[in-house]
Structures are given as structure tokens and as C-alpha cells.
């Protein structure tokens, strides 16, 4: 069982910057992929990003994402990040990080996101 706490979403302008943390209970992390979702107002809940267990030293975006957002992990602290630069409105949405097992295809652990709103 995996817990997962995001956090460092907020109110920010379109053009700035915000870095998420996502906070993960497991002893095993690092043999986890991770990952962030989001979720805008009545719309579906859309892939933005993962990183591959272990060094990190792989990576995947969304298109609408890549270029902007960079995630990451430390797995001595048992956290990933997803850094976002030059934030658009329609990236405001529910930001969720995820875990998916290196030997599953289903991404779980599902929590209460963190809200980030980007303004005009």
C-alpha cells in the first residue's frame, strides 16, 4: 500500500512558475514508476508525466506539457517533483502523482491532488 501527498500547488500568473512535491509512504519507492496526472474542470483526468523507478533516468510528457514541465524524483527522500515553468490557463487543473508498479500497467494510489490556477 502506497500513500501519496501532493502539495505546492496555488495561484499563479500565466508566464510563471510552480514546482509540485509529491510525498510517497512506500520503503520501496525507488522501484516504483511515478507519475502526475491532472484534471481540469468537467474534463477528463489526462496523463502529464512519469519517471522510470530507480535512477530517474527516463522520462515521459504529454505534448501540450513538454518543453514546460519537468518532473524528477529523490529517492532518499522518498518524494518526486514536477517543476512547471511558463504555465498557461489551461494548465490549471487538479494536479494527482501516482505510482505504477515496475511489473504492472496500472497506475494507482490515487489521493487529493493539489489545485493549481493559472490566471490570464
Known amino acids: 500500500q502506497v500513500h501519496l501527498v501532493e502539495s505546492g500547488g496555488g495561484l499563479v500568473q500565466a508566464g510563471g512558475s510552480l514546482r509540485l512535491s509529491c510525498a510517497a509512504s512506500?520503503?520501496?519507492?525507488?522501484?516504483?514508476?511515478m507519475g502526475w496526472f491532472r484534471q481540469a474542470p468537467g474534463k477528463e483526468r489526462d496523463f502529464v508525466a512519469r519517471?522510470?523507478?530507480?535512477?530517474?533516468?527516463?522520462?515521459a510528457y504529454a505534448d501540450s506539457v513538454k518543453d514546460r514541465f519537468t518532473i524528477s524524483r529523490d529517492n532518499t527522500k522518498n518524494t518526486v517533483y514536477l517543476q512547471m515553468n511558463s504555465l498557461k490557463p489551461e494548465d490549471t487543473a487538479v494536479y494527482y502523482c501516482?505510482?505504477?508498479?515496475?511489473?504492472?500497467?496500472?497506475?494507482?494510489?490515487w489521493g487529493q491532488g493539489t489545485q493549481v490556477t493559472v490566471s490570464s
Open positions: 501516482v505510482v505504477k508498479s515496475q511489473y504492472g500497467s496500472n497506475w494507482y494510489g
Open positions: 512506500a520503503r520501496t519507492f525507488s522501484t516504483y514508476y
Open positions: 519517471i522510470n523507478y530507480w535512477s530517474g533516468d527516463s522520462t
